[in-house]
């Protein structure tokens, strides 16, 4: 059965002017010049749930964030937010990677968490908007005379909760966050990763949740969603995904995790680079670094293929390996509705 959608994203691009200025160009006689940040992006958030992009830099994972919460505008392709949440004070809060870059750090944390009160008129009396301001530091694990404090006198993990508080505030129902906790020590990591999951059980909050990290992520979703140079590579069920990794590039990430046998490993793809998304390999983007490419691959782009578990996967070896299990829907990037 299809479980309810909270997003459903379809066919989203966005595309970066990245031309030199007008005056050098005629000079110098270079034509204009696009990132392809995001391209023919399709999926679904489940309603309740937790859906992570996972990739390394560059891939376009903060553009998507940015996209869906409205901060950037798509070039092409549609969100659509179920009702409720569309209902919502705003469809989509975001929590940041860099928390004290976020919060202003003239401003007491009781103003900034107040903030969104004041300015959506969510509360009317200036009582109402300190008791609310009050309650939400409880629910992040904070106290209530912190509020009376400035974001310089917190930990960064205690800053992260501050950030939380505030982006819970207008009782959104999507939250967007984007590498919440990649400025932490990995034991506060655990610490605020508990914190969201529980806020999710109670709250039903929806999560799109952004990460380099295939661990951090594993235990917070549903399903993840792999990007490489603006394009999901796969996505799937995340036990699904960890037993049966079938992208070339999910098994390299899934290499960078520490593990019993491996556990300095370097949390980040040290082998070859990111190709430049100026200027993208033709045939699969991955096919430079993938241990398995062949003539094809570096001809003809992998179209997204809904395989017979409802799992995605953009690669002509996969295709071939998996035979008729793998069935093409409607075309590159659709997912069963
Ligand atoms: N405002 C912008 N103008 C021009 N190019 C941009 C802009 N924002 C992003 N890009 C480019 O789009 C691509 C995707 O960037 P994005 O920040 O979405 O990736 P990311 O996976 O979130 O990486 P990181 O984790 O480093 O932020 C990159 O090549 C980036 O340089």
Redesign the pocket.
């Known amino acids: 059965m299809t479980r309810p959608f909270a997003l459903r994203v379809r066919n989203l691009s966005r595309k ?1 002017d ?1 031309s030199a200025p007008w005056l050098n160009r005629v000079v110098e006689r270079k034509p204009k010049q696009y ?1 392809m ?1 995001v391209d023919d992006v399709s999926f679904d958030v489940p309603k309740g749930g937790c859906l992570s992009l996972v ?1 390394e ?7 998507v964030a940015r996209l869906v919460t409205g901060l950037y505008p798509p070039s092409n392709g549609s969100l659509e937010f179920t009702p409720d949440i569309n209902g919502a004070p705003l469809s989509a809060q975001m929590i940041f990677q860099d928390p004290y870059a976020s919060l202003n750090p003239r401003w007491k944390v009781r103003d900034i968490i107040a903030e969104p009160l004041r300015e959506l008129k969510l509360r009317e009396t200036e009582e109402e908007i300190l008791a609310r301001v009050a309650e939400l530091l409880t629910t992040v694990g904070l106290s209530p005379n912190d509020g009376g404090k400035f974001p310089h006198e917190f930990s960064g993990g205690q800053r992260q909760r501050i950030s939380i508080a505030r982006a819970l505030a207008t009782e959104p129902r999507f939250l967007v966050c984007d ?1 919440p906790t990649s400025a932490l020590d990995v034991s506060v990591q655990a610490q605020i990763l508990n914190l969201m999951r529980r806020l999710q059980d109670e709250m039903g909050l929806t999560y799109l949740f952004i990460s ?1 990290d295939l661990s951090v992520v594993r235990h917070m979703s549903d399903r993840i969603a792999v990007m490489y140079l ?1 394009r999901i590579v796969e996505e799937a069920e995340t036990e699904t995904l960890f037993a049966n990794p079938r992208h070339p590039y999910t098994q390299l990430l899934m290499q960078t995790i520490p593990n019993i046998e491996h556990p300095k490993r370097a949390r980040e793809v040290t082998t070859g680079e990111v190709p430049s ?1 100026l200027n993208p390999p033709k045939g699969c983007a991955f096919h430079p670094r993938c241990p398995l490419a062949d003539a094809r691959c570096s001809a003809e782009r992998p179209a997204v293929l809904t395989l017979k578990d409802g799992n995605r996967v953009a690669c002509h070896r996969v295709e071939e390996a998996e035979g008729d299990s793998a069935r093409e829907l409607t075309g590159p990037n659709s997912l069963s509705a």
Do not use: Q, R
């Not at 560059?58 to 553009?63: A, I, L, N, Q």
């Open positions: 970066f990245v990132v940040a990739g830099s560059g891939c376009g994972k903060s553009t590498e380099h603006g998304p």
